[in-house]
Nanobody
Framework: QVQLVESGGGSVQAGGSLRLSCVLS????????MGWFRQAPGKEREGVAG????????EYADSVKGRFTISKDNADNTLYLQMSSLKPEDTAMYYC??????????????????WGQGTQVTVSA
């Protein structure tokens, strides 16, 4: 049984940093996408960062390029999102997600079947 559990959210001032963690219990698909999504109130869910471990490839939304970094620690099967230079517009519920199929862009939610419960990130001006 696959279970994704996020942690690390919180409140921070603009310009600050946070690191989100997602423990991927029971997940063993190295060729599929793993990623982070976010959803702000009244807005659609958007892909923030994605990766395929087997290809060492990463993708980022234009809005976070150069500020966010996705990575995975294989020793404890944990996915991370390092967020720096945070802006108020980064405020949202952040979700980690994992897929089982190979192919497609990792910023598209249709490639994912496992989702975490979400962790709130709030950035004040």
């Amino acid at each position: 049984q696959v279970q994704l559990v996020e942690s690390g959210g919180g409140s921070v001032q603009a310009g600050g940093s946070l690191r989100l963690s997602c423990v991927l219990s029971g997940y063993r698909y190295s060729r599929a996408c793993m990623g982070w999504f976010r959803q702000a109130p009244g807005k659609e869910r958007e892909g923030v960062a994605g990766m395929r471990q087997s290809e060492s490839s990463t993708e980022y939304a234009d809005s976070v390029k150069g500020r966010f970094t996705i990575s995975k620690d294989n020793a404890d099967n944990t996915l991370y999102l390092q967020m720096s230079s945070l802006k108020p517009e980064d405020t949202a519920m952040y979700y980690c997600a994992a897929g089982v199929l190979y192919g497609g862009r990792c910023l598209e939610s249709r490639w994912y079947i496992y989702w975490g419960q979400g962790t709130q990130v709030t950035v004040s001006a």
